[in-house]
């Protein structure tokens, strides 16, 4: 907080790591895709750009010492969170002498919303890239989202239900992917928005075939909802996955952390498995019908340019 250093060597050293890692970054096919999905999605909006050498050229170190002083100057606005093994009449006289000892200049401060917004309807795009015979395929869905305990554990829960479904369609019946990746991002500030992605890889000559198996299994979750095998599944994963988070430093250092910038009450952690308890085949299908809206996706392929010689 209080000396920071102007390392001039350090600078020097970082943006010629930066330098190579872009470099051998651009030679990668994927590189182009990501960089698709990141300015698509957010409208191409500047805070968003992709990472590029002019960025890179860009950097000076005055300006970002300088702005690392002013975000810095102020440890009054600062919450600190302590987890481990420890007595509080242990790490008292250690706060006392580094923590009460920072300046404080009593200043109050927030977030702003930078205008960060995916696009509206539904949107594909295709990327042309690389010369291997592979593909790979990414579909994020978006949109509003009422921030309640409820609703978060709906959304994560309906992740874990149709990772379990794709796998088994995509995978095992199909045997057109080695693995599919969905993850559920449901966001508070700076506004309440979600966004759920379904991401896998497979032959180029696959892609609609797969993509089109992907949205029947949607379907079927809106329609039908998850037959009780995949709601006591998911179940028994998070109750076993959270008896062991608990144990971890790790867990309660994010959780804590979590519960403190959104204003949750922290003892809502020890009543986690009661939430569970609650999860049915209902609470998927209105799930599916709230957060996987056919009217509102952004579909990214990933295509070889050319045949392989």
Same mark, same amino acid.
Request: net charge neutral; proline share 6%; aromatic share 12%.
């Given at each position: 907080?209080?000396?920071?250093?102007? /390392?001039?060597?350090?600078?020097?050293?970082?943006?010629?790591?930066?330098?190579?890692?872009?470099?051998?970054?651009?030679?990668?096919?994927?590189?182009?895709?990501?960089?698709?999905?990141?300015?698509?999605?957010?409208?191409?909006?500047?805070?968003?750009?992709?990472?590029?050498?002019?960025?890179?050229?860009?950097?000076?170190?005055?300006?970002?010492?300088?702005?690392?002083?002013?975000?810095?100057? /102020?440890?009054?606005?600062?919450?600190?969170?302590? *987890?481990? %093994?420890?007595?509080?009449?242990?790490?008292?006289?250690?706060?006392?002498?580094?923590?009460?000892? &920072?300046?404080?200049?009593?200043?109050?401060?927030?977030?702003?919303?930078?205008?960060?917004?995916?696009?509206?309807? *539904?949107?594909?795009?295709?990327?042309?890239?690389?010369?291997?015979?592979?593909?790979?395929?990414?579909?994020?869905? %978006?949109?509003?989202?009422?921030?309640?305990?409820?609703?978060?554990? %709906?959304?994560?829960?309906?992740?874990?239900? &149709?990772?379990?479904?794709?796998?088994?369609?995509?995978?095992?019946?199909?045997?057109?992917?080695?693995?599919? !990746?969905?993850?559920?991002?449901?966001?508070?500030?700076?506004?309440?928005?979600?966004?759920?992605?379904?991401?896998?890889?497979?032959?180029?000559?696959?892609?609609?075939?797969? *993509?089109?198996?992907?949205?029947?299994?949607?379907? !079927?979750?809106?329609?039908?909802?998850?037959?009780?095998?995949?709601?006591?599944?998911?179940?028994?994963?998070?109750?076993?996955?959270?008896?062991?988070?608990?144990?971890?430093?790790?867990?309660?250092?994010?959780?804590?952390?979590?519960?403190?910038?959104?204003?949750?009450?922290?003892?809502?952690? &020890?009543?986690?498995?009661?939430?569970?308890?609650?999860?049915? !085949?209902?609470?998927?299908? /209105?799930?599916?019908?709230?957060?996987?809206?056919?009217?509102?996706?952004?579909?990214?392929?990933?295509?070889? !340019?050319?045949?392989?010689?």
């Amino acid at each position: 907080f209080t000396a920071p250093r102007e /390392d001039s060597v350090a600078f020097l050293s970082y943006k010629a790591k930066m330098r190579g890692a872009l470099e051998n970054r651009n030679a990668r096919p994927e590189a182009a895709f990501d960089d698709t999905i990141l300015v698509t999605m957010s409208q191409h909006n500047p805070r968003r750009r992709p990472f590029t050498m002019p960025m890179l050229d860009e950097m000076n170190l005055k300006k970002s010492f300088a702005f690392y002083r002013e975000r810095f100057a /102020d440890a009054g606005e600062f919450t600190f969170i302590f *987890v481990g %093994s420890f007595k509080e009449n242990e790490i008292e006289p250690l706060i006392l002498t580094y923590l009460a000892t &920072l300046p404080s200049l009593h200043k109050h401060e927030t977030w702003r919303d930078l205008g960060i917004e995916p696009p509206d309807g *539904v949107v594909a795009k295709t990327v042309m890239r690389g010369i291997e015979p592979k593909a790979q395929v990414r579909i994020t869905f %978006s949109g509003p989202f009422t921030w309640t305990r409820e609703n978060r554990h %709906s959304i994560t829960a309906l992740a874990s239900v &149709l990772r379990i479904k794709l796998r088994e369609a995509l995978r095992e019946e199909k045997g057109g992917t080695y693995g599919v !990746s969905v993850g559920p991002s449901p966001m508070h500030y700076p506004r309440e928005e979600y966004r759920f992605t379904v991401a896998f890889g497979c032959a180029p000559d696959r892609v609609d075939e797969l *993509v089109k198996a992907t949205f029947e299994q949607i379907d !079927s979750l809106k329609n039908f909802g998850a037959a009780e095998t995949y709601i006591t599944k998911v179940k028994e994963t998070e109750w076993r996955e959270r008896e062991v988070s608990l144990k971890e430093n790790g867990f309660w250092l994010s959780a804590l952390e979590f519960c403190l910038s959104n204003n949750i009450d922290p003892n809502q952690i &020890l009543t986690y498995n009661e939430l569970v308890a609650g999860l049915n !085949s209902d609470v998927i299908k /209105d799930a599916a019908r709230t957060y996987l809206n056919m009217d509102h996706y952004a579909k990214f392929i990933l295509l070889p !340019s050319q045949k392989q010689q």
